[in-house]
Structure formats: C-alpha cells, structure tokens
Nanobody, 121 residues
Framework: QVQLVESGGALVQAGGSLRLSCAAS????????WRWYRQAPAKQRELVAS???????NYADAVKGRFTASRDNAKNTVFLLMNSLKPDDTAVYYC???????????????WGQGTQVTVSS
C-alpha cells in the first residue's frame, strides 16, 4: 500500500527556517506530480507549491521568494525549504502526490498525514 509520510514540522520564531520532508513508500511504479498544501485553523486548505514531472515548480504568491520545493526522485521524496517564516505561515502542512501503484491502471492521488508548523511572533 502506498503511503506518504511528512516530517520536519516544528515551532519556530518569525524569521526562522524549516525544511519539511515527504517520503512516499510502497509499491510505486511512477509519480507524476507532487504538491504541498497547508491548512491553518478555521481556513480552507490551500496549495503552497506544486512540482510536475517536467520539474516545473509553481508557488503560491504568499510564499514566492521564501519557500523552495525540491525533489529526490531516486528516493521518492520531496522537500519544502521555508525561509523568512511569518506567523501567517502557521498551519498543518500536507504533501500530495499523483502515484501509479504497481498493479494499478492509472495515477491516483495520495495524501500524507500532515505536519504542524507553528511560527511565533
């Protein structure tokens, strides 16, 4: 069974940095895209960054210039480096991936369990 596991969330002061990781495991044939989302209390989940199979990365306006997404295809792992963190970045961060599991007939979306990022002022 395919699983996504995030790690790296923590409590950090404003202006600090964190690096989140998300590792996919299981019977994976291919991964076509990765995304990072976040959900703050009482708010809708929002897309933070997306990476396509062509290594094109797009960012939400709120994080452009501060966050950098990257991937290690050999390890089925993605990262989100977050610099110059602000209290507004406080949220649970989730990774999402379109994965073709061995034995499947199509790509399916999978979600991690989330990791808490708290930025204090």
């Amino acid at each position: 069974q395919v699983q996504l596991v995030e790690s790296g969330g923590a409590l950090v002061q404003a202006g600090g940095s964190l690096r989140l990781s998300c590792a996919a495991s299981g019977r994976i044939f291919s991964i076509s895209a990765w995304r990072w989302y976040r959900q703050a209390p009482a708010k809708q989940r929002e897309l933070v960054a997306s990476m396509t199979g062509a290594s094109i990365t797009n960012y939400a306006d709120a994080v452009k210039g501060r966050f950098t997404a990257s991937r290690d295809n050999a390890k089925n792992t993605v990262f989100l480096l977050m610099n110059s963190l602000k209290p507004d970045d406080t949220a649970v961060y989730y990774c999402n991936a379109d994965i073709w599991e061995v034995g499947s007939t199509r790509f399916q979306g999978y979600w991690g369990q989330g990791t808490q990022v708290t930025v204090s002022s």
